[in-house]
């Protein structure tokens, strides 16, 4: 029975007159107060701890963590929106909804404040910009005002447009859904089908990433044969979007990802995207998450950022080996494959990826050996080395042939890319062959007995025996290619849909065969008919591809075709003509295919859209006679 006590304390009042020793209880409203204040101290603690975490994995390019975002044993949850809209974590840059505190717990967490600061490097031998953000007390992400600015939402996968392309009329949702489907339902299997295991719906790629719904909707814009009017719309749109998220300094996982698709299709815009993808993924440090994969504990967020980096390292290196460049600055000594796969959340799609990686590293060090002037002979101390990246390349072939699985979707094209991608690389190892040899050069329709001595003049060197053999080996590699195009179902099926990587190898043979049996064969013998007829089957099949105007197999076909009409314009050479014409070869490698720049007049020439099929700069040889 309840009784007061007087004076605020036992024994009360009952107790007192009966002589009865007095326990009060204290009652379910005080026991209720007391856990509340308990809480709201504990909560304020909590708070504190985690704004000082968040600071500093704010300062490392990480994920702020919410209370929501915590399970029972204090672990992250993964999927765990890191910006919560029912959360009152206060951290630097994210702005989180106030929860409901009474005035009792308000007071009484004004009275527990806790005064915690920021935990300071204590290696003297941390990276210099450490010392300059712990002087100044700068963070080193700030991001609240630029989404505010920006319109955008940060989600744990990426940024997402509050009014996105698609609510702003660029394409329709039907559209945007027909060109989304097409790229979740057969090219994203080209580009090891981690996106379509993902999102199965539409729906759930847009709320993803607004930057990888829009790659991916452009890619299948690129590759529907009613998709040239959207394409220039949608195209257009991710430029926009690409200059707006260079200066961010976060992205989610799948905007990174949204890169690389747009990195590994659309030709115009590679070169770019790539070396973005890759500065974005080592802000957010995937490098050293990809590095600290085995040895640390094997998560699944780790080995998410671990594949995001072998992926920008692919886009990237892909691109350099291509237009002849040198890669955006990443070293081989970042990408440790082996330990990626050693990963138990390692799949075949890894494998794939790997296996192209590891490619990659053998032309890249061809490509350092040998420089990037192509008019310089190869020196004759370094033609073994050429036949060495050839065994190289051999025993990749005998490493990963039959290693990779059958497709659902694509068939048997993984082992297929890997025969394609064998033959590519030994013949661009084989075409140095070529470097810096004398070349004959004709007007249209002209005759050898035209030609223009240059006894003279400086000119390029003739092919030595020791180089013979290579370029045997690169002209008969570069028919093998073409040939087994043109004979291969996977490979025919899949024209309209391989990344521009296997375009432009295609375009390199091609180009590579019309050059050598018209201006190089003084050096070395090639049937032209066998060229010309192969090159107008390829011809013939790139020109039946159903798909945007825009698309590569287009764009080559009609370059091919006006180069192969000016070749066929040249005379045979008569056995008793044996001069060299005056100039040294250009290049034959895949950065000057300047006739099919020529050819597609709508290209304009600008370097800051640069693309070797689709701009050449003004400096370039512009006629077929310095092709």
Not at 294 to 322: M, P
Request: charged share 20%; proline share 5%; net charge neutral.
């Amino acid at each position: 029975m309840p009784s007061e006590a007087e004076g605020g304390g036992p024994p009360c009042k009952r107790c007192k007159e009966r002589g009865l020793l007095c326990s009060p209880n204290k009652t379910l409203q005080a026991i209720v107060q007391e856990q509340a204040r308990w809480n709201a101290r504990n909560l304020k603690l909590i708070r504190k701890l985690l704004s000082v975490v968040n600071e500093a994995r704010v300062a490392s390019s990480l994920e702020p963590v919410t209370v929501e975002a915590l399970g029972e044993d204090g672990a992250l949850l993964r999927g765990a929106n890191p910006v919560s809209s029912t959360t009152s974590v206060s951290t630097p840059g994210v702005v989180s909804a106030k929860s409901h505190v009474t005035p009792a717990q308000k007071a009484e967490e004004l009275e527990e404040d806790i005064d915690v600061t920021i935990p300071t490097p204590e290696s003297v031998a941390s990276a210099p910009i450490q010392s300059l953000y712990e002087v100044t007390r700068t963070p080193r992400v700030a991001t609240s005002a630029l989404d505010e600015s920006l319109a955008v939402e940060i989600s744990q996968a990426g940024i997402l447009e509050k009014n996105d392309f698609i609510a702003r009329g660029v394409v329709t949702l039907a559209e945007a859904e027909r060109f989304g489907y097409l790229y979740l339902r057969r090219l994203d299997h080209y580009f090891f089908g981690l996106l379509a295991k993902k999102h199965t719906t539409f729906a759930s790629l847009r709320k993803s990433s607004t930057m990888l719904t829009l790659c991916a909707v452009t890619v299948g814009a690129l590759h529907d044969a009613s998709g040239s009017e959207a394409y220039e719309r949608l195209i257009r749109e991710l430029k926009g979007l690409t200059a707006s998220l260079m200066f961010r300094p976060r992205l989610g996982p799948e905007d990174i990802r949204g890169i690389c698709v747009g990195a590994y299709w659309l030709s115009d815009l590679g070169w770019m995207l790539s070396g973005l993808a890759i500065r974005k993924a080592i802000s957010l440090n995937y490098h050293r998450d990809h590095l600290s994969l085995c040895h640390e504990e094997d998560t699944q967020e780790a080995f998410i950022h671990s594949q995001l980096w072998l992926f920008t390292f692919l886009c990237n290196e892909q691109i350099s080996v291509l237009q002849g460049v040198p890669p955006s600055g990443v070293s081989r000594d970042f990408v440790q494959w082996q330990q990626h796969m050693n990963s138990k959340y390692a799949t075949d799609a890894d494998r794939r990826c790997v296996s192209h990686i590891d490619l990659l590293f053998i032309l890249t060090r061809a490509r350092e050996l040998y420089g990037l002037d192509t008019t310089r002979p190869i020196p004759e101390m370094l033609v073994r080395q050429l036949r060495e990246f050839n065994t190289q390349v051999d025993r990749w072939a005998a490493r990963w042939a039959g290693k990779l699985a059958v497709n659902s979707v694509l068939g048997n094209f993984p082992s297929e890319a890997v025969r394609v991608h064998y033959h590519f690389a030994k013949f661009y190892i084989c075409s140095h062959a070529f470097r810096g040899l004398r070349t004959t050069n004709y007007s249209d329709g002209d005759s050898p007995d035209s030609q223009v001595s240059s006894s003279s003049l400086p000119g390029g060197s003739l092919l030595t025996p020791d180089l013979h053999e290579l370029a045997v080996t690169a002209i008969s590699t570069a028919f093998g290619i073409l040939e087994a195009l043109l004979e291969s179902t996977e490979l025919k099926a899949g024209l309209v849909g391989v990344p521009h990587y296997f375009h432009t190898m295609y375009a390199f043979a091609a180009v590579f065969l019309l050059k050598v049996c018209t201006r190089y064969r003084q050096h070395i013998k090639v049937d032209r008919h066998k060229v010309f007829s192969i090159t107008e089957k390829l011809i013939a099949l790139f020109s039946s591809c159903a798909c945007a105007r825009q698309h590569l197999v287009l764009r080559i076909a009609r370059g091919l075709k006006e180069m192969l009409s000016r070749c066929q314009k040249i005379e045979p050479m008569t056995s008793g003509i044996n001069t060299p014409a005056a100039g040294v070869d250009q290049g034959l490698n895949m950065g000057n295919l300047i006739a099919l720049s020529n050819a597609v007049g709508e290209i304009p020439l600008d370097l800051e859209n640069f693309d070797f099929l689709t701009a050449v700069p003004p400096s370039w040889p512009s006629d077929f006679n310095n092709m």
